[in-house]
């Protein structure tokens, strides 16, 4: 029997505030244990929340870059449920009145586009953190309540997704927007982007969807492709061998690369929601949706159309280059006195990226943009090599130096002194007399290896253009 796959993705974006999502408590990450609460994160008798606006405009401002419609009356409610990191035994989130829904997000496909819905987009705060130490004899646990309260955005596609691929290319292009606007730094490692797939089986060509698994503790866009691969393929050799799929909650064990019953999948009534009676409902004017939507950025889509047409670059260096918000603003910058815009994305494809691991980091590279675009005029102008320029830049990565002064210092100016360059490639034929016969008699190859004593000769220095044309004229 034919199946195919239907996903849907759940995504946990943590809003980069200063401040909890109701109270005044610090989110930073990395604090001592317990340091960051006070008694409205804590869940302490007769204490109430206040919404943080900055965290209502970010999740509005997510909302409106992934085409949601923003409600102008949304509301929280209590989500019940009975766990050690939970101090309040209830969440405060959103459930029938969600800030933004009915949104999209596009991916791209071997076929073309694909529109993958956005179902809703919600704000919920966060809860604390299990701690399990390895203390030889005996089964501790410990609770650190420090990200009780921190504030996020759960944004819930559509079962739009068909392959594992798509879920990872969704994932990906929805990380890059979040950064892009600025709303979180979606560090997967601190637990700022967290995701939950759900994935049913259904036979091919049928409109009904077959029992859902939700599986859990995915800490990379790479787990999460594997989990969905590896689920796959279990739910597909049960359904062969007649065997039903429970709708149940699963983790990823990413030592043995399988997944694993946890508990049965709640429903939306096994948390008893209730409208949460200690804050307001939500209220925002057209107004103040419109201002928010003036402060978006051109967002990674837009930016890869902008830099293909405005720059004529192909199609892949515009994706590269636009990855991050911080590597296509140094393009711009590198590229703004006048450089062929194809030279400037070759060079830092090439040359930078081998030298910077996080491009969101762009701001601490010891290279500016204005140097490199300095540096890059030289290679133009000919005062150096392009091989002389990778060395220059190195020097430039490591020190922070501009490329004038190590050029001076060192003494790299290309030699363009054709009389300087004929004494060269003189001295390389006299001493090289079977590879000029060979070139005479029609070895393409022994050219190439003249050019190369001249250059070497010269130690890279010579102007190759040069040394081409003198060194033909002369064994013509």
């Known amino acids: 029997m034919a199946f195919e796959t239907v996903i849907g993705l759940e995504v ?10 109701f109270c005044g408590c610090s989110t930073q ?19 109430l929340p206040v919404l943080n606006k900055e965290a209502l405009r970010k999740a509005i401002l997510a909302g409106l870059a992934l085409h949601c419609y923003v409600s102008g009356y949304s509301k929280f409610d209590r989500k019940n449920y009975f766990y050690p990191d939970l101090p309040k035994s209830y969440q405060i989130s959103q459930y029938d009145k969600p800030i933004c829904t009915e949104g999209f997000l596009e991916i791209k496909t071997e076929t073309g586009k694909k529109r993958i819905g956005i179902n809703r987009l919600h704000l919920e705060e966060d809860a604390g953190k299990n701690v399990h130490p390895d203390i030889p004899g005996k089964e501790i646990s410990f609770v650190d309540f420090n990200r009780t309260g921190v504030p996020l955005i759960e944004i819930v596609s559509e079962p739009d997704i068909s392959t594992p691929d798509e879920a990872h290319q969704y994932l990906q292009n929805l990380k890059s927007i979040m950064r892009y606007i600025e709303v979180s730094d979606c560090n997967m490692e601190e637990g700022s ?5 759900n994935i049913s089986l259904r036979e091919k060509g049928s409109i009904k969807l077959g029992e859902k698994v939700e599986i859990k503790n995915l800490n990379s866009f790479k787990a999460v492709k594997m989990a969905l691969e590896y689920e796959m393929s279990r739910q597909e050799q049960l359904l062969d061998e007649g065997e039903k799929i429970l709708q149940e909650t699963r983790l990823w064990d990413a030592d043995k690369n399988i997944t694993f019953g946890m508990r049965s999948k709640e429903e939306a009534h096994d948390y008893r929601y209730f409208p949460e009676p200690d804050l307001p409902p939500i209220i925002v004017s057209d107004d103040y949706i419109e ?22 670059l192909p199609e892949y260096d515009a994706e590269i ?4 918000k911080q590597l296509a603003d140094y393009f711009e910058e590198v590229a703004k006195p006048g450089l062929n815009p194809k ?15 996080d491009t969101e980091e762009m701001q601490s590279f010891k290279v500016s943009p204005e140097q490199l675009a300095r540096l890059l005029k030289l290679i133009e102008n000919r005062t150096i090599s392009g091989k002389i320029a990778k060395t220059v830049f190195s020097e430039m990565v490591e020190r922070g130096s501009d490329p004038e002064e190590i050029i001076e210092r060192e003494g790299l100016q290309q030699v363009t002194d054709s009389s300087e360059i004929e004494t060269l ?16 008699s029609g070895k393409e190859k022994a050219l190439k290896y003249l050019v190369g004593q001249v ?10 253009q040069m040394v081409n044309e003198i060194l033909l004229n002369k064994l013509k």
């Open 343 to 357: 030279k400037v994305s070759n060079w830092i494809m090439s040359e930078l990226l081998a030298r910077v691991e």
């Open 291 to 312: 201002e928010i939507r003036s402060t978006l950025p051109e967002l990674p889509k837009e930016k890869k159309t902008r830099f293909i047409d405005q720059y004529a």
């Open 321 to 324: 280059l636009t990855s991050t």
């Open 12 to 21: 946990h974006v943590q809003l980069n505030t200063r401040s909890k999502i």
């Open 193 to 197: 982007l967290r995701c939950d797939v």
């Open 29 to 47: 990450f990395g604090s001592a244990p317990n340091s960051q609460t006070c008694p409205v994160c804590l869940g302490l008798p007769g204490v």
């Open 425 to 440: 490639i003189d001295t390389i034929i006299k001493n090289n007399p079977q590879s000029v016969a060979d070139y005479k």
């Open 455 to 464: 250059m070497r000769e010269s130690r890279g220095k010579a102007n190759p």
